[in-house]
């Protein structure tokens, strides 16, 4: 059983390159100070930065992309405008006033029976006018430290701007102003709790582009953390206010194969499958449950539903008429009375999988009352839903969200020869397992020490750390697990964990193929027992993959059963 950090996570993902950025006396102008308008990028503009880690014997290098895509409307915070930052190592949103810019995250906050939760949080991360000596506290932050037998803890962020300074990286040379913050958190382990006091993290924002550079400090690895701005792309003349302007029919089609899990408020699980480019089934907590299929016809610009909304509607209905637009309203039923759909709003929904800028659709009766809120976007579909009820409401969120599965899945079981036994998989639906937060999709595959561990998938490898021989049953090993990390095609990337001492055979930089031969099963970081534990993840958190070997369950991997690669 594997246990770690989101925060370990991150630092095993990213990259490394550390080059020393040049510092010059700052022109002489006058003293530079930046207001909120000076650090808001246009809709639309993407940023690119070099993200570089050292330490504790981490090799690896990567580069990170940030998108701000624009304003919507939030409200987990009751936000009116916010930008969205679309950030393959962040799930956040900014809010800018004339005062301030606060940063609200999806992150892990607490333990409920066990279990744990995830919500918004609020962090003042600007205050402005920013000029050399301002302070401001960013707040009181809940989080939790671990997966399995995790600590509540609450972290409180303090910021100081610390100099004016010329800094040059490889998009340019930049006037900048270095603001420095550092973290206190209580409830973290003795060990930890000194680092977390000593470290410290600086930022450097210029006029019109807003962050050019950040160094942190892991508190729980050591690991030192650099990014560099490398480029802009400014927005083309069609770029719009709004995150997501536009659904288009193409971009809501059902794919094949592709799962769509949903938890559902008054207990259990439910999902779909898409069979066709014209059908989906639904199924009631596991896949063979419940089964039925539901149809469309498409039309030029509609969606028509022959027999059922998805745990729903009745009788056919125009789902959706494209392109979906903010206002646009339609009868299900053209030329009768009856329930009427209108797309109310462009806004950030947080699912227990992830959240999402998405299209938020009202259904009302011939009363006017509302009696669904949906929530769609585009090229994943719906998300969540409330379905209103006389005194009662159910609501179903995304849980999970699967596009390749069985024969589909690019993986293959990280072995060869014999079979392996997954004996710790998702904790997802009415299965729960240890893998929680960050490691909630990982599956852990039992074998003995110097079992061979081979490619899952193909693709560059990232990062490797091959020196540790230290391991065991406790949290202060949770930075000495050796592994691999290789990413793929589709910027994904393949983690594997609890690497034997000095088994590592392949080097950052290096292209892999499936099946190739990369490490063997050890005993270190945090963990019981000898085992390999496997996940892929986005950059945020780990993800769902089915693997093509596994014939039964649409290639997920279950508890306690027995797989043979083929």
């Given at each position: 059983?594997?246990?770690?950090t989101?925060?370990?996570?991150?630092?095993?993902?990213?990259?490394?390159?550390?080059?020393?950025?040049?510092?010059?006396?700052?022109?002489?102008?006058?003293?530079?100070?930046?207001?909120?308008?000076?650090?808001?990028?246009?809709?639309?503009?993407?940023?690119?930065?070099k993200?570089?880690?050292?330490?504790?014997?981490?090799?690896?290098?990567?580069?990170?992309?940030?998108?701000?895509?624009?304003t919507?409307?939030?409200?987990?915070?009751?936000?009116?405008?916010?930008?969205?930052?679309?950030?393959?190592?962040?799930?956040?949103?900014?809010?800018?006033?004339?005062?301030?810019?606060n940063?609200?995250?999806?992150?892990?906050?607490?333990?409920?029976?066990d279990?744990?939760?995830?919500?918004?949080?609020?962090?003042?991360?600007?205050?402005?006018?920013?000029?050399?000596?301002?302070?401001?506290?960013?707040?009181?932050?809940?989080?939790?430290?671990g997966?399995?037998?995790?600590?509540?803890?609450?972290?409180?962020?303090?910021?100081?701007?610390?100099?004016?300074?010329?800094?040059?990286?490889?998009?340019?040379?930049?006037?900048?102003?270095?603001?420095?913050?550092?973290?206190?958190?209580?409830?973290?382990?003795?060990?930890?709790?000194?680092?977390?006091?000593?470290?410290?993290?600086?930022?450097?924002?210029?006029?019109?582009?807003?962050?050019?550079?950040?160094?942190?400090?892991?508190?729980?690895?050591?690991?030192?953390?650099?990014?560099?701005?490398?480029?802009?792309?400014?927005?083309?003349?069609?770029?719009?206010?709004?995150?997501v302007?536009?659904?288009?029919?193409?971009?809501?089609?059902?794919?094949?194969?592709?799962?769509?899990?949903?938890?559902?408020?008054g207990?259990?699980?439910?999902g779909?499958?898409?069979?066709?480019?014209?059908?989906?089934?639904?199924?009631l907590?596991?896949f063979?449950?419940?089964?039925?299929?539901?149809?469309?016809?498409?039309?030029?610009?509609?969606?028509?539903?022959?027999?059922?909304?998805?745990?729903?509607?009745?009788?056919p209905?125009?789902?959706?008429?494209?392109?979906?637009?903010?206002?646009?309203?339609?009868?299900?039923?053209?030329?009768?009375k009856?329930?009427?759909?209108?797309?109310?709003?462009?806004?950030?929904?947080?699912?227990?999988?992830?959240?999402?800028?998405?299209?938020?659709?009202?259904?009302?009766?011939?009363?006017g009352?509302?009696?669904?809120?949906?929530?769609?976007?585009?090229?994943?579909?719906?998300?969540?839903?409330?379905?209103?009820?006389?005194?009662?409401?159910e609501?179903?969120?995304?849980?999970?969200?699967?596009?390749?599965?069985?024969?589909?899945?690019?993986?293959?079981?990280?072995?060869?020869?014999?079979?392996?036994?997954?004996?710790?998989a998702?904790?997802?639906?009415?299965?729960?397992?240890?893998?929680?937060g960050?490691?909630?999709?990982?599956?852990?595959?039992?074998?003995?020490?110097?079992?061979?561990?081979?490619?899952?998938?193909?693709?560059?490898?990232?990062?490797?750390?091959?020196?540790?021989?230290?391991?065991?049953?406790?949290?202060?090993?949770?930075?000495?697990?050796?592994?691999?990390?290789?990413?793929?095609?589709?910027?994904?990337?393949?983690?594997?964990?609890?690497?034997?001492?000095?088994?590592?055979?392949?080097?950052?930089?290096?292209?892999?193929?499936?099946?190739?031969l990369?490490?063997?099963?050890?005993?270190?970081?945090?963990?019981?027992?000898?085992?390999?534990?496997?996940?892929?993840?986005?950059?945020?958190?780990?993800?769902?993959?089915?693997?093509?070997?596994?014939?039964?369950?649409?290639?997920?991997?279950?508890?306690?059963?027995?797989?043979?690669?083929?």
């Amino acid at each position: 059983m594997k246990r770690f950090t989101g925060f370990i996570l991150l630092t095993a993902a990213a990259a490394i390159l550390t080059a020393a950025s040049k510092r010059d006396a700052p022109l002489n102008n006058a003293p530079l100070v930046l207001e909120s308008s000076d650090l808001t990028p246009r809709p639309g503009r993407i940023l690119t930065y070099k993200v570089t880690k050292t330490g504790n014997g981490v090799s690896a290098r990567d580069t990170l992309s940030v998108t701000c895509a624009g304003t919507a409307s939030i409200p987990a915070a009751k936000v009116k405008s916010a930008y969205v930052v679309q950030s393959p190592l962040f799930e956040v949103y900014r809010e800018v006033t004339g005062k301030e810019i606060n940063v609200h995250s999806y992150a892990f906050t607490k333990l409920v029976s066990d279990v744990v939760v995830r919500e918004w949080v609020k962090e003042k991360r600007l205050a402005f006018p920013l000029k050399i000596g301002a302070k401001w506290e960013g707040g009181s932050i809940p989080a939790v430290f671990g997966v399995s037998q995790s600590r509540a803890l609450t972290k409180t962020t303090s910021y100081r701007v610390a100099a004016e300074e010329i800094l040059e990286v490889p998009a340019g040379r930049y006037r900048c102003l270095k603001v420095e913050m550092k973290v206190k958190a209580k409830g973290l382990p003795p060990e930890f709790q000194k680092r977390c006091e000593k470290a410290v993290t600086y930022r450097w924002y210029a006029k019109g582009v807003g962050l050019v550079k950040s160094e942190s400090v892991s508190p729980v690895s050591g690991v030192v953390e650099t990014r560099e701005l490398t480029g802009t792309v400014e927005p083309g003349t069609d770029a719009t206010g709004d995150a997501v302007s536009s659904i288009k029919q193409a971009e809501l089609l059902p794919k094949r194969g592709r799962i769509h899990y949903y938890s559902y408020s008054g207990g259990g699980y439910r999902g779909t499958i898409g069979i066709s480019d014209y059908a989906i089934n639904t199924f009631l907590g596991d896949f063979g449950t419940g089964v039925k299929t539901i149809k469309y016809i498409l039309k030029k610009d509609a969606f028509i539903q022959m027999n059922r909304h998805p745990f729903l509607f009745k009788g056919p209905f125009y789902l959706y008429l494209f392109p979906l637009e903010k206002g646009k309203e339609w009868k299900t039923v053209p030329g009768y009375k009856g329930m009427k759909r209108k797309v109310e709003s462009v806004e950030i929904v947080g699912t227990p999988y992830r959240s999402y800028v998405s299209m938020r659709i009202d259904t009302r009766d011939t009363t006017g009352k509302l009696v669904l809120e949906e929530w769609v976007v585009p090229d994943v579909g719906v998300v969540k839903w409330i379905r209103h009820k006389t005194g009662a409401s159910e609501t179903y969120e995304l849980e999970y969200l699967l596009d390749d599965s069985g024969a589909r899945s690019p993986y293959r079981i990280p072995f060869t020869g014999g079979a392996r036994k997954c004996t710790n998989a998702w904790a997802i639906g009415p299965s729960r397992t240890s893998h929680r937060g960050w490691s909630r999709f990982a599956v852990d595959f039992h074998g003995p020490p110097d079992t061979p561990v081979h490619a899952a998938r193909g693709g560059t490898v990232v990062a490797v750390k091959s020196d540790s021989r230290s391991g065991g049953n406790s949290d202060k090993y949770i930075a000495d697990a050796n592994f691999v990390i290789i990413r793929h095609e589709d910027d994904t990337y393949g983690v594997y964990y609890h690497l034997k001492h000095d088994s590592v055979k392949v080097k950052v930089g290096e292209e892999v193929k499936q099946r190739k031969l990369i490490g063997r099963i050890g005993l270190t970081g945090w963990t019981r027992g000898p085992h390999l534990h496997f996940y892929v993840h986005n950059g945020i958190t780990s993800i769902p993959v089915a693997f093509a070997d596994i014939p039964t369950d649409y290639g997920i991997p279950k508890r306690n059963k027995t797989y043979k690669p083929r």
